[in-house]
């Protein structure tokens, strides 16, 4: 569950259609965009960040909505961990600090690394787990916030600029764009998902926007019920947090990749490539919404 939520959501709190009917968010540029960004997430809005990104069509639209509901119960997730654990909390704080300090991990690295690329001899996977997954829990946009300053934005035409993190790529050779769309004049963030890379293994198709809603909709209720566990007090720390979380992934998440693994084959079959997994047969229902 920790490379799940992390790959899909850690790159979204950095690279997060328009937000201008919200009073104080701007779009007007490739910098406001970037500072509305962060203002979503200092006034609690996290959920807002998704319509920062721009979106093929309705399809990619449904799922970006679905993944802003779950970056808003994130969100809420981690207000109830400072609420129930506020020293756990400090403490883990401060390690990230002295993280940043003895290693040179920044909040943005520390975000694809999940704060242990000092440390991944110590300690068992699960102990490496639970520690990404605590840190994601209490302080999700911990990079955001913490980077903010670093995020500019380069020009490369009247409608196009490059994301940058201090002066180069955030990942490399991975490019995130702004464009300003044509129509409404606003600058959004456009999502790497074209790349070479990625093709043959991420689809646009209604199908494929389904199945990954599907994934996101699992992933959202498990956040959903580790806040109601906070809230009636049935966690007793940040530790016991994670854990059930990972209880819970094990329980939830399999039909869901399951799902993205038979779609991939699909996909792959149709355009006559290869099929790495071997799998095969037709995507399952994705699971149901709570």
């Known amino acids: 569950m920790c490379g799940v939520l992390r790959w899909i959501l850690s790159p979204l709190v950095i690279v997060l259609a328009s937000c201008s009917r919200d009073p104080g968010y701007s779009q007007a540029s490739p ?22 990104i721009h979106s093929d069509d309705e399809n990619m639209r449904r799922c970006l909505n679905r993944l802003g509901h779950t970056l808003a119960h994130l969100q809420d997730l981690a207000m109830e961990l400072n609420r129930a ?39 068992s996977p699960a102990d490496a787990m639970n520690s990404s997954l605590t840190r994601l829990f209490a302080s999700p946009f911990e990079a955001l916030e913490e980077e903010s300053a670093n995020l500019t934005a380069l020009q490369l035409d009247q409608e ?43 689809f646009k198709t209604p199908e494929a926007w389904r199945t990954y809603t599907g994934l996101i909709a699992t992933l959202d209720n498990i956040v959903k019920d580790l806040t ?10 940040l530790n016991d947090t994670a854990r059930v979380a990972g209880e819970k992934a094990f329980t939830s998440l399999p039909f869901a990749i399951i799902a993205i693994d038979r779609l991939t084959a699909a996909e792959r079959r149709t355009r006559g490539l290869s099929d790495p997994s071997g799998s095969s047969g037709g995507t399952p229902k994705t699971p149901p919404l709570k």
């Open 228 to 237: 109601q566990d906070v809230r009636d007090g049935k966690l007793k720390s």
């Open 31 to 52: 910098e406001a965009t970037i500072a509305t960004a962060k203002q979503m997430v200092k006034d609690g809005k996290a959920g807002l960040l998704v319509k920062l």
């Open 160 to 202: 196009t600029s490059s994301l940058l993190y201090k002066g180069g790529p955030i990942i490399p050779a991975v490019p995130i764009l702004l464009k300003q769309d044509p129509k409404d004049k606003r600058w959004y963030f456009v999502l790497p998902i074209d790349l070479p890379i990625l093709n043959g293994y991420f």
């Open 85 to 123: 654990f506020p020293e756990e909390v400090r403490k883990l704080r401060e390690e990230a600090a002295s993280q940043t300090a003895n290693s040179g991990l920044s909040g943005l690295a520390r975000t694809f690394t999940g704060g242990r690329a000092t440390s991944r001899r110590d300690g």
